[in-house]
DNA sequence: TCACGTAGTGTCAGTGACTGACAATAAGTT
DNA sequence: AACTTATTGTCAGTCACTGACACTACGTGA
């Protein structure tokens, strides 16, 4: 096998992320990313599909988790209980990636673009979500209004856990369930 | 009062409808689309913010509505109650908008970049829900929560209503309210 | 140790989305 | 008819992104 290639990925991305914290993501071009990863522009383009992709490695593996343990679930747990399992599963992966997630975030927070961007990665995880669902035997259209409920849930108990750490990831879901239960009578 | 320019933006989401229909939309050019509108390429992007935008016009009027239904719902209804009801108070809009709405649809269906753009609008819709839910009283927390929950019904639901007209669109709402209390346990 | 294959990279030329600045024009107003 | 103003045209320029081709580093097998 010839070279790898990851390190200057994983340069590129990290590159990317302190430009776009110091200058913004408007002001930051793809030339400069990749001077300052030591490549050139075009190789940028090789590893991300876009300027926003970069910011956003790793999401597919995040997918990938959920899914699983959604299909790992135990038989009998019912859709929702099902999606709730898997969310609870990836706790330690969320807490273990945070201190990169939340200067992310902050970079997110300014701009429209790669909050479009978190939009479309999002749907393709409320996606992933159906199709594990319907593995375990849920109708279609069910799946993928219980995985579009599921998200909602999902980022609901996130954030609230990024604002309030004291409580954990779990606790906040159950809260949000309670919550959700509450709305619709 | 000068020349209005109504005439040339409505040539110009015409002439794009018709281009990304025709070819696509990458292989659409804004010259092109404003070549076909009689204007100039400049012209095109004075009246929308980018290639996409031109496809979405009519979004925040069907926006305010909404939030303005939302708003005007009796003062002793629950959060998701309002949002039903504002939801069918915007039944005969979506009607009549229906012949220009599937073409659009299926143009989108064909574009990641199209689609990516419709979460965007989708997630503007949220917020202004969330908003007229605030106004009415919900806490701000609850308010963005139920707006996220509505908004999945309501896709839910326009889609199941788009593939089967036989049902209006109030019906649909009231069975994909059903399902969600189903999943909800 | 030396060809050899291959994944990754550099180079270069090109397309197309989008912007800023300034001049020109079509209406309506006085 | 002069004047005001929203809209448009013109033009030059930046930058994201792509295709084609050459090159290079690295691992493999002889």
């Not at 400069?32 to 926003?52: L, M, N, P, S, Y």
Request: proline content about 4%; overall charge neutral; hydrophobic content about 45%.
């Amino acid at each position: 096998m010839p070279r790898s290639g990851k390190e200057a990925r994983r340069r590129l991305q990290q590159a990317t992320l302190e430009l776009f914290q110091q200058q913004g993501y408007d002001a930051t071009t793809t030339a400069e990313i990749a001077e300052r990863a030591g490549v050139t522009e075009r190789t940028f383009f090789r590893h991300f599909a876009d300027k926003r992709e970069a910011l956003f490695d790793g999401e597919e593996a995040f997918r990938d988790s959920l899914a699983e343990a959604v299909v790992a679930a135990p038989q009998d747990m019912l859709p929702m209980e099902a999606l709730f399992h898997a969310f609870r599963s990836v706790e330690p992966l969320l807490q273990r990636n945070r201190p990169f997630t939340e200067p992310r975030q902050k970079v997110i927070a300014k701009n429209p673009a790669l909050q479009e961007r978190v939009l479309s990665k999002t749907a393709k995880l409320t996606v992933g979500l159906s199709d594990a669902l319907r593995q375990r035997g849920v109708e279609e259209s069910m799946a993928g209004f219980a995985a579009q409920i599921g998200m909602a849930i999902l980022a609901h108990a996130t954030s609230a856990w990024l604002a309030d750490p004291t409580m954990d990831l779990s606790a906040h879901l159950a809260k949000s369930h309670t919550e959700l239960r509450q709305l619709s009578i």
